[in-house]
């Protein structure tokens, strides 16, 4: 499969690595030209780097990895409001929360946003199909050589409402070793949000 990937770091990394490994190429377009550059360098022959505009034209899939402040931009800078990511499946890893400096002091505390940064994203990109996925572990978990529990593979919770879509990200996957475990449409995104809260 051709991946497009929208950002250049951690998360970027850890799941095009893993994809590149796989057997897909993987196109890296991000704000810093050199980053993306430096990125696809990292993962091998694979792995190509270009604008954002490019990685998202290039993908069947376009993995969406840079922090919640920045999705509004990178989506533009790859041409959403042209249509070039219509009609392509894409992958929302990211979380929107931040600390709470009003908690007391104690264990870290943190709020979401109050909107689902998957309902945020669709609504940049209504002709995308977008499916909320790998946003529940950090990016060294995706990472790490072995990702089986009790002999069990780490189950990937994924959220969309184009089936189409939902089965190309559970075989994207599946090829990382995974067990993707369909989790019903994208309103019920903001629970897999939620829960990063605790575990990332």
């Known amino acids: 499969m051709r991946i497009g990937i929208l950002g250049a770091g951690h998360m970027a990394a850890a799941l095009g690595g893993g994809w590149a490994a796989a057997g897909h190429d993987v196109h890296i377009g991000a704000r810093d030209a050199a980053k993306a550059e430096a990125l696809a360098q990292r993962l091998g022959p694979r792995a190509a780097a270009g604008t954002p505009r490019e990685a998202a034209a290039f993908g069947d899939a376009v993995l ?20 070039v990511l219509d ?51 950090a990016a060294e978990v995706w990472q790490a050589p072995v990702r089986t529990f009790d002999d069990r593979p ?13 089965k190309q990200v559970a075989a994207l996957a599946a090829d990382l070793g995974l067990r993707p475990v369909e989790a019903g ?9 939620a829960l990063a809260v605790f575990v990332v």
């Open 154 to 166: 780490l189950a990937v919770p994924l959220c969309g409402s184009d089936p189409h879509a939902v």
């Open 87 to 137: 009609g392509r499946t894409l992958i929302d890893c990211g979380n929107a929360f931040a600390p709470d400096e009003a908690a007391p002091d104690g264990p870290p505390a943190f709020v979401l946003a109050e909107d689902a940064l998957a309902e945020r994203v669709a609504g940049l990109v209504p002709g995308a199909h977008d499916v909320k996925a790998f946003n529940v572990c």
């Open 185 to 193: 449409g994208l309103g019920r995104a903001r629970y897999l949000e």
């Open 64 to 83: 969406l990895a840079v922090p919640a402040s920045a999705v509004a931009d990178i989506l533009a800078a790859a041409g959403a409001a042209d249509g």
